[in-house]
Nanobody
């Protein structure tokens, strides 16, 4: 049974940092791109960052570019999201997900395994 478990969320002041982790179990995903998404109350789930299977290429939403860094450790079957210079508008539930395809896309429908989410709250 495939399971993704996010951790590392919490409450932080604006300008602070957090590091999210997503541990996968049940199978290895070293050939699959993985992504981080977020969903704020009343808003649609949106792409935040993605990384290819071997970690050679990354992609970011414009809103987080230069502040967030995605990485992965395939030996540990884990993907990370380092978030810096956090803003109140980054407040959301953050989800990790595994792509259905070997090419990295950005639509939630292109991902088929999801974690339960971790809350990130940034106070002003």
């Amino acid at each position: 049974q495939v399971q993704l478990v996010e951790s590392g969320g919490g409450l932080v002041q604006a300008g602070g940092s957090l590091r999210l982790s997503c541990a996968a179990s049940g199978r290895t995903f070293s050939s699959n791109p993985m992504g981080w998404f977020r969903q704020a109350p009343g808003k649609e789930r949106e792409f935040v960052a993605g990384i290819t299977g071997r970690g050679m290429s990354t992609s970011y939403a414009d809103s987080v570019k230069g502040r967030f860094t995605i990485s992965r450790d395939n030996a540990e079957n884990t993907v990370y999201l380092q978030m810096s210079s956090l803003k109140p508008e980054d407040t959301a539930v953050y989800y990790c997900a595994v792509s259905k395809y070997n090419i990295m896309y950005r639509r939630p429908s292109d991902f088929d395994y999801w974690g339960q989410g971790t809350q990130v709250t940034v106070s002003s």
